[in-house]
T-cell receptor, first 115, second 113 residues
Framework: DSGVTQTPKHLITATGQRVTLRCSPRSGDLSVYWYQQSLDQGLQFLIHYYNGEERAKGNILERFSAQQFPDLHSELNLSSLELGDSALYFC??????????????FGQGTRLTVV | GENVEQHPSTLSVQEGDSAVIKCTYSDSASNYFPWYKQELGKGPQLIIDIRSNVGEKKDQRIAVTLNKTAKHFSLHITETQPEDSAVYFCAASQGTSYGKLTFGQGTILTVHP
């Protein structure tokens, strides 16, 4: 168990809908990263938050957004869903955005199926 | 941006044999190279990592080597066991955000008893 908690584990929704994925980082970790894993694209970095502030964006669609709250949990919001958004979404956390032991630990993921 | 290539895509070995997975990266600014193991239905699990100021690192049956000049790094697993069967990913990152990773495509390792 990595200590990173993601809910829900599975989500089935229809095209055009909006969903929210939730991530609770390891105790004390300030950084949260979101990743998308699909068969054709592999593991792709989406966005990084550190202590409530956005730090970096990857190939994240404009229909997707994220935030990190004062208690450090994070939410990934996916809207106007398309069939191609079906994927595994992972959250990872690490202790710091600075140098040192900043290894990232991944949660178990949320499997999103858009029908 | 960074690009990480990983080979082979599948690897089949007999229990007790060694397994080697190789990755190359494109951006010389990358300075952190972790390896993750992903089992079915689970998230990636960090198994070993190496920073650019080190050439080799070992942890029991697992070792990673880094050649900065050639921009490639490798994972070595000795005395493989069936429970080593999983998908292995290499990754690279720059600066100090060790969680902002560019991943390779993954290697499906199967260890036959």
């Amino acid at each position: 168990d990595s200590g990173v908690t993601q809910t829900p584990k599975h989500l089935i929704t229809a095209t055009g809908q909006r969903v929210t994925l939730r991530c609770s980082p390891r105790s004390g970790d300030l950084s949260v990263y979101w990743y998308q894993q699909s068969l054709d694209q592999g593991l792709q970095f989406l966005i990084h938050y550190y202590n409530g502030e956005e730090r970096a964006k990857g190939n994240i669609l404009e229909r997707f957004s994220a935030q990190q709250f004062p208690d450090l949990h994070s939410e990934l919001n996916l809207s106007s869903l398309e069939l191609g958004d079906s994927a595994l979404y992972f959250c990872a956390s690490s202790p710091t955005s600075g140098a040192g032991n900043g290894e990232a630990f991944f949660g178990q993921g949320t499997r999103l199926t858009v029908v | 941006g960074e690009n990480v290539e990983q080979h082979p895509s599948t690897l089949s070995v007999q229990e007790g044999d060694s397994a080697v997975i190789k990755c190359t990266y494109s951006d010389s600014a990358s300075n952190y190279f972790p390896w993750y193991k992903q089992e079915l239905g689970k998230g990636p699990q960090l198994i070993i990592d190496i920073r650019s100021n080190v050439g080799e690192k070992k942890d029991q049956r697992i070792a990673v080597t880094l050649n900065k000049t050639a921009k490639h790094f490798s994972l070595h697993i000795t005395e493989t066991q069936p429970e080593d069967s999983a998908v292995y990913f290499c990754a690279a990152s720059q600066g100090t955000s060790y969680g902002k990773l560019t991943f390779g495509q993954g290697t499906i390792l199967t260890v036959h008893p």
